[in-house]
C-alpha cells in the first residue's frame, strides 16, 4: 500500500514565526503535492513538484515556499505564519508519467495560527 | 475557466436510501474525472477513475457513471458507514503532471 505520512497531526504556531510541514512518500512517486482546505473552499494547489529540485507554483503560492532536496520528501514553509493560514495541509504523491495520475494524500496536517 | 462543481453540498439519508451525488465540470478535453471519499479529520481516499463518457465503475454499494459534462456518485441502499465527504477532481488540462482541479465536495450523512 502507498504511504504518504506527514509528520504533524496537529500544530500551533505565533504569528510571524517559521514554520516547517513536512511529508514523506515510501513508493518512489515522482510527483507531490501540498494543499490546503477550508470549509466552504475545498482543496486548494499551493506548490506542487515533479523532480528533485523541481517546484512549481499552483493556485495560491503567496505566503509559502517549498523544498524537495530528496524524492521521497517534500517540505511547505510558511516563511512568516499569519493568522489566514491557519487551515488544514494535506500533502499527496503521484506517479509519473502515467495515464492514471491518482493522487495518494497524507491524513493531513491542522495548523492553527494564534 | 475549468471548473468542478458539486451538488448538493450535502445529503441525509436514511439507511437504506438509495441516492445520487453529482460532479459537473467545465474543462476542455476531459482527461480524467476521479472520485475521493474523506472522513472527518483525514486525507482524502481514492475511489474511482473515469476517462470517458459512457464509462462505469463499481465498489460495494458505490457505481461512479461519466457523460460528456458531469458525473454521478450513485449510492445503493447506503449504511452509516458510508457517511463521509465526497469529493470529485478532474485532471488540470494542459499539464502534464497530474494536477487536479477538486470540487467542494457533498457531505453524506447517512441515518440508522
Known amino acids: 500500500d502507498v504511504k504518504v505520512t506527514q509528520s504533524s497531526r496537529y500544530l500551533v504556531k505565533r504569528t510571524g514565526e517559521k514554520v516547517f510541514l513536512e511529508c514523506v512518500q515510501d513508493?518512489?512517486?515522482?510527483?507531490m503535492f501540498w494543499y490546503r482546505q477550508d470549509p466552504g473552499l475545498g482543496l486548494r494547489l499551493i506548490y506542487f513538484?515533479?523532480?528533485?529540485?523541481?517546484?512549481e507554483k499552483g493556485d495560491i503560492p503567496e505566503g509559502y515556499s517549498v523544498s524537495r532536496e530528496k524524492k521521497e520528501r517534500f517540505s511547505l514553509i510558511l516563511e512568516s505564519a499569519s493568522t489566514n493560514q491557519t487551515s488544514m495541509y494535506l500533502c499527496?504523491?503521484?506517479?509519473?508519467?502515467?495515464?492514471?495520475?491518482?493522487?495518494?494524500f497524507g491524513a493531513g496536517t491542522r495548523l492553527s495560527v494564534l | 475557466e475549468d471548473q468542478v462543481t458539486q451538488s448538493p453540498e450535502a445529503l441525509r439519508l436514511q439507511e437504506g436510501e438509495s441516492s445520487s451525488l453529482n460532479c459537473s465540470y467545465t474543462v476542455s478535453g476531459l482527461r480524467g474525472l476521479f472520485w475521493y471519499r474523506q472522513d472527518p479529520g483525514k486525507g482524502p481516499e481514492f475511489l474511482f477513475t473515469?476517462?470517458?463518457a459512457g464509462e462505469e465503475k463499481e465498489k460495494e454499494r458505490l457505481k461512479a457513471t461519466l457523460t460528456k459534462k458531469e458525473s454521478f456518485l450513485h449510492i445503493t441502499a447506503p449504511k452509516p458507514e458510508d457517511s463521509a465527504t465526497y469529493l470529485c477532481a478532474v485532471l488540470r488540462p494542459g499539464g502534464s503532471q497530474g494536477n487536479l482541479i477538486f470540487g467542494k465536495g457533498t457531505k453524506l450523512s447517512v441515518k440508522p
Open positions: 499527496a504523491s503521484s506517479v509519473f508519467p502515467t495515464a492514471k495520475n491518482i493522487q495518494y
Open positions: 513508493m518512489d512517486h515522482e510527483n
Open positions: 513538484s515533479y523532480d528533485v529540485k523541481m517546484k
Open positions: 473515469l476517462y470517458s
